[in-house]
């Protein structure tokens, strides 16, 4: 099939969480199965254009925008690991800047320059003479691709035979803009209260995503269902339902050249299921660069970590009210790696300051120590109030390092708990959003850790856990022939 992804992220050329990783781990393996993949993403101002060898392609793209037009330059590198082709829309005026969305509020024209790069997706395909079966578009940023499919589109002979999938990774952002600029800038006519553009007086775009699309997925089959019958859904509940057969839960899947243990070129040593002292080697060399001396290390304390966008829905608000304690008693060491809330982010610099030999607090994004992080920890915290799917918890699982995970979302379809009677179980759930339960879920975990053969169990059945990009591609491929039938 011939497959045109569009995403406002790809790793490794811009990322601000798991959307740029599904992105290009998908890209990947679709590649891989043989598919025709065409990746499509902003050429953002921080992209590092030399180390990732961007090249002009040459072309300039006109893309209609309310009754004029504008132009944008056309860019294109291969996707590091793969034969993928990535094009950058090149813009001064839209993604010549710094950062991706604009933190912590977004920039102001983030309606205008996504409804830029959804028309501009189109006019790239015509120009490179690109006839896609399939567009696949991600999250609200690329949403107006399905009705611009649809509107402006569907008699044009490139896209007669193409479908539209919308893949849903977090309910939480529906991009909700002012509709009569917006609705004029897409060329989506008059007609707008009662639409289906419109949510509670503004222009949504998801919203617009989830009905004008073929296929509707998200990243989890939990998530899908939450996403109907609960709040998970933010309030677009009947519109989900409205498309009941066509909404599909996909597992994302991790992309194994990046994350595995065995390969990690970020790690001080690499290790695997049957050099388990890599592991511990990795644990030793990170406390000492964090000033633990060999004295210290003779206590052995697990170490418990997190990586994480630091927002509510992470279950930030969980830690504040717990982690102290464990690290004040001495019985775990904490690490952590994030950035995001301001409040959030000054509780982490106190924890560090205060407990200097058992906290270790990394405020900022950083590719290497991510993966430092991971693989040093004993456990990966993942406390969130909703979480789509989660990606930490799945490299957790393949580095050997046990997720300490609350049942939600992709959290409970990848995590179950350690049982001791059967040995079975990868991880330590907790169920209620509150500091007693993931407190109780703390301490089974420092039980766990000090009990034999039980650890040692727990650790062989991380490992064992196969959650690759290629299922997760295989399946794509399905909801990509069952969108096609509806054409
Ligand atoms: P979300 O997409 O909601 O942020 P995921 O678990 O799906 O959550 O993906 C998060 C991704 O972002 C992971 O690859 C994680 O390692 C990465 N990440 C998050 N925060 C940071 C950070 N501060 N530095 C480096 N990587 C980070
Ligand atoms: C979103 C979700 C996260 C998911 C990621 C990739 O950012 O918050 O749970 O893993 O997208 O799909």
């Given at each position: 099939?011939n497959?045109?992804?569009?995403?406002a992220?790809?790793t490794?050329?811009?990322?601000?969480g798991?959307?740029?990783d599904?992105?290009?781990?998908?890209?990947?393996?679709?590649?891989?199965?043989?598919?025709?993949?065409?990746?499509?993403m902003?050429?953002?101002?921080?992209?590092?254009?030399?180390?990732?060898?961007?090249?002009n392609?040459?072309?300039?793209?006109?893309v209609?925008?309310?009754?004029?037009?504008?132009?944008?330059?056309l860019?294109?590198?291969?996707?590091p690991?793969?034969?993928?082709?990535?094009?950058?829309?090149?813009?001064?005026?839209?993604?010549?800047?710094?950062?991706?969305?604009?933190n912590p509020?977004?920039?102001g024209?983030?309606?205008?320059?996504?409804i830029?790069?959804?028309?501009?997706v189109?006019?790239?395909?015509k120009v490179l003479d690109?006839?896609?079966d399939?567009i696949?578009?991600?999250?609200?940023?690329t949403?107006?691709t399905m009705p611009?499919?649809?509107?402006h589109?569907?008699?044009?002979p490139?896209?007669f035979?193409?479908?539209g999938?919308?893949?849903i990774?977090?309910?939480?952002?529906?991009g909700?803009?002012e509709?009569?600029?917006n609705?004029?800038?897409?060329?989506?006519?008059?007609?707008?209260?009662?639409?289906w553009?419109?949510?509670?007086?503004?222009?949504?775009?998801?919203?617009?995503?989830?009905?004008?699309?073929?296929?509707?997925?998200t990243v989890?089959?939990?998530?899908?269902?939450?996403?109907?019958f609960?709040?998970?859904g933010?309030g677009?509940?009947?519109?989900?339902n409205?498309?009941?057969p066509d909404?599909?839960?996909?597992?994302?899947?991790?992309?194994?050249?990046e994350?595995n243990?065995?390969?990690?070129?970020?790690l001080?040593?690499t290790?695997s299921?049957?050099?388990?002292g890599?592991?511990?080697?990795?644990?030793?060399?990170?406390?000492a660069?964090?000033?633990v001396?060999?004295?210290?290390?003779?206590q052995?304390?697990?170490?418990?970590?997190?990586?994480?966008?630091?927002?509510?829905?992470?279950?930030?608000?969980?830690?504040?009210?717990?982690?102290?304690g464990?690290?004040?008693?001495?019985?775990i060491?904490?690490?952590?790696l994030?950035?995001?809330?301001?409040?959030?982010?000054?509780?982490f610099?106190?924890?560090?300051?205060?407990?200097?030999?058992r906290?270790?607090?990394?405020?900022g994004?950083?590719?290497?120590?991510?993966?430092?992080?991971?693989a040093s920890?004993?456990?990966?915290?993942?406390?969130?109030k909703f979480?789509?799917?989660?990606?930490?918890?799945?490299y957790?699982?393949?580095?050997?390092?046990?997720?300490?995970?609350?049942?939600?979302?992709g959290?409970?379809?990848?995590i179950?708990?350690?049982?001791?009677?059967?040995?079975?179980?990868?991880?330590?759930?907790?169920?209620?959003?509150?500091?007693?339960?993931?407190?109780?879920?703390i301490?089974?975990?420092?039980l766990?850790?000090?009990?034999?053969?039980?650890?040692?169990q727990?650790?062989?059945?991380?490992?064992?856990?196969?959650?690759?990009?290629?299922?997760?591609?295989?399946?794509?491929?399905?909801?990509?022939?069952?969108?096609l039938?509806?054409?």
């Amino acid at each position: 099939m011939n497959i045109l992804l569009c995403s406002a992220e790809v790793t490794p050329f811009a990322k601000a969480g798991g959307l740029a990783d599904m992105a290009a781990s998908l890209s990947k393996d679709l590649a891989k199965l043989g598919h025709n993949v065409m990746l499509i993403m902003p050429k953002y101002g921080d992209i590092d254009t030399n180390a990732f060898k961007l090249e002009n392609t040459g072309h300039t793209i006109g893309v209609p925008m309310g009754t004029w037009m504008e132009y944008c330059g056309l860019w294109r590198a291969t996707l590091p690991g793969s034969k993928v082709t990535t094009y950058f829309i090149q813009s001064a005026e839209y993604f010549d800047r710094e950062g991706i969305y604009g933190n912590p509020d977004g920039f102001g024209d983030n309606d205008r320059r996504y409804i830029f790069f959804s028309r501009a997706v189109f006019e790239i395909a015509k120009v490179l003479d690109f006839s896609p079966d399939i567009i696949h578009a991600h999250d609200y940023h690329t949403a107006l691709t399905m009705p611009f499919l649809k509107i402006h589109y569907k008699s044009d002979p490139h896209f007669f035979k193409t479908a539209g999938v919308y893949t849903i990774h977090n309910m939480a952002f529906h991009g909700m803009f002012e509709p009569q600029q917006n609705m004029f800038l897409c060329g989506f006519g008059e007609f707008f209260n009662g639409s289906w553009f419109e949510y509670q007086g503004a222009m949504n775009f998801m919203k617009a995503g989830i009905l004008f699309a073929d296929k509707i997925t998200t990243v989890s089959p939990t998530y899908a269902q939450e996403i109907r019958f609960t709040s998970a859904g933010e309030g677009l509940q009947s519109e989900l339902n409205q498309r009941g057969p066509d909404v599909i839960g996909v597992l994302n899947g991790v992309d194994y050249s990046e994350w595995n243990p065995e390969r990690d070129k970020l790690l001080p040593i690499t290790y695997s299921k049957m050099y388990l002292g890599g592991k511990k080697e990795n644990k030793r060399r990170y406390l000492a660069e964090h000033g633990v001396h060999e004295g210290e290390l003779m206590q052995d304390l697990p170490m418990l970590g997190i990586v994480a966008r630091l927002t509510d829905q992470k279950g930030i608000d969980l830690l504040e009210k717990t982690i102290e304690g464990f690290i004040q008693n001495g019985i775990i060491r904490f690490t952590m790696l994030g950035t995001g809330s301001k409040q959030y982010e000054s509780y982490f610099q106190y924890l560090a300051a205060k407990y200097s030999t058992r906290s270790f607090v990394h405020i900022g994004y950083n590719n290497t120590i991510s993966h430092r992080l991971i693989a040093s920890c004993d456990f990966l915290l993942v406390p969130s109030k909703f979480e789509p799917c989660g990606l930490t918890q799945l490299y957790a699982l393949k580095y050997g390092t046990i997720p300490i995970v609350r049942h939600t979302g992709g959290l409970a379809d990848t995590i179950q708990e350690y049982d001791p009677a059967s040995g079975k179980g990868n991880g330590i759930v907790f169920h209620q959003y509150s500091p007693e339960d993931f407190a109780g879920a703390i301490r089974r975990a420092v039980l766990l850790y000090n009990t034999q053969p039980h650890w040692n169990q727990i650790i062989q059945n991380a490992f064992g856990c196969d959650y690759s990009a290629k299922k997760c591609a295989e399946r794509y491929t399905e909801v990509y022939a069952w969108a096609l039938e509806k054409i």
